[in-house]
Structure formats: C-alpha cells, structure tokens
C-alpha cells in the first residue's frame, strides 16, 4: 500500500487524488490552504494550512506517517517543500528549490537553454535595472515579451502590441522594479508538452491546448486558464510529429543539463511552447502539471499513477509501463462572474445534471451541503469520448446546467475554435 500526501487543493489537485486513487491500494492524505470538497472525500485526513507553511506540512507526513508526497503547486516547491520533505523519509514527486528555478527563476531557465546550447529560446535579454530595462524596451526595434523573473502564480507577463504599448510597457518595468526577462514576441500557436522525469528518464504524455483568455474568441483578460482539449491521437493539428519531436527533443535536453549541472529534475516537467513558422519555442517551463491541462492527461492515463510516482522516486521510469486512452478530452472550467479582476464571491451554484462529464472540484465552499464560489477558479468539467465533438458536448453540456453567477467559454474545443487555429498556423 502507498501512503501518500498530495499538497495542494485545486482543481489540478483533486485530479492527482482521482487518479492516486483509481487502484485501492493507495491511502491519500491532504494539506491545503481551503478545504476542497473533492479532494476532501478522497482523503484519508486533510490538514488545512498554508501551502507553504513547511514546518507544518512535515509535521503532518511525519504524524501521517506517509511515505510519498506529489506536489500540485509551484508555490510550496520554491518554498523547498521537497528538501523538507526527502530530509523527513519522504519520496517526492516534485523538484527541490534548486530545480524548481525551471519555472521560478524566468532568467535561470533562459540562461540554462544558452549555456547548454538547447535550442528553442527566443532572443532575450535578463534585467536587474529598472534604468537599463527601460532603455532597451525604447531603443528595441519589434515587440516584446515583459517577464518579472520570478513567481506571479501565472498572470504576470504583459506582451506588448496585445495588453500594453510602449508607454504600458515602461509602467510596467517600474511597477516590477526592473527585475525582468525581456523576450522577442512570439507569434504562433501555443501548446502544452507535459511530461514525467525521475532526474534521467522523460515520459511524454499527450498534448493539450489551454485557453488562457476570459472569453470566448480569446477575448477579454489572461486568466489562469479556462480550459483544454487533446486529440485521441495524442497530437493537435497544428503540430506536426516534427513539431513534437523537437519540443521533446528541447525538454530532453533541459532535464540531461540539469543533471549533469548537479540540479537534477524529478517530478512532472510542463514545457509551454510557441509552434512558430521556425518550429516551437518555449514560452516557458513549469515545475509541476498545468491547471487544467492535468485534468485532461490524468483522465486518460490508463497505467497506474502509483507505479509513475515509483517510477519518479526511484529512479526507474519507463515509458513502456505508462500508458493513455487514446480518446478526444475537454476540460471547461467554471469562474465567479467578474473573474480574475473583480470576482463575486460567495454567491450559490446549483450543479444541474452532470450527464458522463467528470466533475473536478476547485476553488469552492461547500457549505450545508451546497457550493459557494469563490475569488478564483471554481469548477471543472471533463468530457471523454472517441471524438472532439462529443467529449466537447458531455463537457458543455455539464457546463450549462450549472446555475449561479458563473460562467464558461462555450468555445473551447468546439471545431471552429480548431479551424481558426489551424488556420492561424497556415498563415504563419
Ligand atoms: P504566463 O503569465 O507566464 O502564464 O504567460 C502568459 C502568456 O504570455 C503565455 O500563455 C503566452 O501567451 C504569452 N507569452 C509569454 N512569453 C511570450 C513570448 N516570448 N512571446 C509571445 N507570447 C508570450
Ligand atoms: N495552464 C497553465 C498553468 O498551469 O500554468
């Protein structure tokens, strides 16, 4: 049996304790910050505190006795939850702090792929200086990408010629202290490459498309993703095996630098890439799975998550023993009215029928036997099925009949939104 602790407490999150918990010989015990009503009946024991309060999760693995951990989040990773943790006994699927500069640290990773000559970096430059970040953004011919360097819980990139102009974009420089990555813009079409890693060893899992905009028709404000698709075949139709081969052939190539720099990788590597007329780039790499993108991998991960957490904490990881369903998913998250700048917390939402769509709890109160949203997202649906059109119906169609003050983009995964993307790409 395996006792493992999942920290976090999203939607991402109870997606892990769903697939900890497809095999009955796993035990799962819970620290989050709020009290996830799905991740809560899954759980063994829940403790309810700060997800970067270290002191307390080892305490609770130490009194829990657990012998793994998976970490959701990136914030308790850059918060050395897994030095903590192995010191304590325990396995974890996870990077250290160190490793975990992947995603926290924007200019490590940039500087990384230079030294070790991995392709895929867009032209860059790194910033300590608010003066001399601001002199090259008004001497620099094109647009540009603004990155502070570090963690902004996925909301702190402004792109010039889309959210800000050139005086936006100075505003912004001084707002982050001249701390920043300054990147070429990229144009194309992005996608999502996650994969597990044991320090040596990659195992890809399918591609996924997120859909960072509020509103349908990528309108309206980033947000911190309403939802995902993937394809039966494991690919989008915008990436060709080429395109795939290279985005892997990229993140390969990040894990054997980290090795061999003495920082090695273990846990779920997420590569976000640009596929642009010169094949993908990277946007950039997270620590841990996407929110949502692990909705739709997890739900077709037909092997067994407990032998990939082996697998990671050994050492022994093998892409023959893990294994996806080869059918479409979509994933559609719900948010408060308002959200991300002004959500309406606390209002009730009734859950209508659900039909086939996997239900996957977020950032919600239940109260009484009833929801109540909160200041983020709320909550996700899945739908499965051998085409794209219909896992999108059983997703839309749990989406709709939810009643409160929330609501969805009706486009995600629907064949125009892939028409336009498909299209997009032949334009390039
Ligand atoms: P983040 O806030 O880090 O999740 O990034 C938000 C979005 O910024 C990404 O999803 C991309 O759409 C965009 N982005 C980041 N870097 C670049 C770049 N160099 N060129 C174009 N778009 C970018
Ligand atoms: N879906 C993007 C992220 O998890 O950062």
């Known amino acids: ?55 307390r999760i080892v305490a609770f693995a130490k009194e829990t006795g657990v012998t793994h951990a998976f970490i959701g989040p990136e914030a308790p990773l850059e918060a050395g939850v897994v030095d ?26 940039r500087d990384l792929m230079t030294h070790h000559h991995i392709g895929g970096n867009p032209a ?46 100075i505003d912004y420089i001084h707002q982050i202290k001249g701390e920043v990555v300054l990147e070429e813009r990229l144009k194309g079409e992005e996608f999502t490459l996650q994969a597990f890693v044991d320090g040596f060893h990659i195992v890809p899992m399918p591609l996924v498309q997120d859909h960072k905009r509020a509103f349908d028709g990528d309108t309206g404000p980033n947000t911190g993703g309403m939802g995902s698709y993937s394809m039966p075949d494991h690919m989008l139709p915008f990436v060709s095996g080429k395109d795939r081969t290279a ?55 037909s092997s067994d998550l407990c032998d ?39 209002r009730p939402l009734d859950l209508g029928k659900t039909g086939d769509a996997l239900l996957y709890y977020a950032n919600v109160d239940e109260r009484d036997g009833r929801l109540f949203t909160l200041t983020s997202r709320t909550l996700a649906f899945v739908g499965k099925a051998d085409t794209l059109a219909a896992a999108e119906r059983i997703a839309e169609h749990a989406a709709s009949a939810v009643k409160g003050s929330v609501h969805h983009r ?11 993307r498909i299209a997009h790409m032949k334009e390039l």
């Open 1 to 55: 049996m395996m006792k493992i602790l999942v920290v976090g407490g999203g939607g991402r999150e109870h997606a892990i304790a769903v697939a900890l918990s497809r095999t009955s010989e796993t035990e799962i015990y819970s620290v989050m910050a709020r009290k996830n009503p799905g991740i809560a009946r899954l759980a063994k024991k829940v403790c309810l505190v700060s997800e970067t309060d270290i002191d």
């Open 84 to 109: 903590r943790l192995s010191a304590a006994g325990v396995a974890c699927v996870g990077p250290t702090k160190a490793a975990a500069r992947i995603e926290t640290d924007k200019a490590f990773c």
């Open 124 to 169: 860059y430059r790194v910033f300590h200086d608010t003066a001399d970040a601001i002199a090259f953004v008004k001497d620099h011919d094109g647009d540009l990408a603004i990155k502070p360097i570090g963690l902004t819980g996925g909301k702190g990139v402004r792109i010039m010629g889309e959210q800000v102009d050139l005086a936006g974009a």
């Open 247 to 301: 985005a892997l052939s990229i993140m390969a190539s990040v894990v054997a630098a980290m090795a061999k720099d003495g920082i090695p990788y273990k846990g779920v590597l997420y590569g976000q890439f640009m596929n642009t007329s010169e094949g993908p780039k990277v946007i950039e790499f997270n620590a841990r799975f996407g929110d949502p993108e692990a909705m739709n991998v997890l739900t077709l991960l």
């Open 308 to 346: 990939v957490v082996t697998g990671i904490t050994e050492g022994t990881l093998s892409a023959a023993k893990v294994t996806f369903e080869h059918a479409a998913t979509v994933c559609k998250y719900l948010v408060p009215e308002g959200y991300p700048a002004a959500p309406k917390t606390g």
């Open 410 to 420: 009706h486009d995600i995964g629907t064949q125009a939104l892939l028409d336009r």
